[in-house]
Nanobody, 121 residues
């Protein structure tokens, strides 16, 4: 079994910063892609950022230049540094990791529990 645990959400004023973390544990052989999605009230879940195992990154247009995704492969952890936060960034943020497990020998996407980010004055 694999578990992903998120941390770092909260309430922040416009222009402020937060860093989200997502750590995986369990029967992990290797991790390929990692990323973050978000879902605002009344909206569909959208992709925020991804990072592959070579360090290549991809960002949704509205967060380019403000958000930075990174990973620590030794800790099986993905991070999302969010700067210059705006009220429209308010959402529940979900991490995912594409993990190959030892038992069973398979590759699946695993998801975090979600963490609330609220940007408001």
């Amino acid at each position: 079994q694999v578990q992903l645990v998120e941390s770092g959400g909260g309430l922040v004023q416009p222009g402020g910063s937060l860093r989200l973390s997502c750590a995986a544990s369990g029967s992990i052989f290797s991790i390929n892609a990692m990323g973050w999605y978000r879902q605002a009230p009344g909206k569909e879940r959208e992709l925020v950022a991804t990072i592959n195992n070579a360090g290549g990154t991809n960002y949704e247009d509205s967060v380019k230049g403000r958000f930075t995704i990174s990973r620590d492969n030794k800790k099986n952890t993905v991070y999302l540094r969010m700067n210059s936060l705006k009220p429209e960034d308010t959402a529940v943020y979900y991490c995912y990791q594409r993990i190959r497990t030892y038992y069973p020998d398979s590759v699946d996407d695993y998801w975090g529990q979600g963490t609330q980010v609220t940007v408001s004055s």
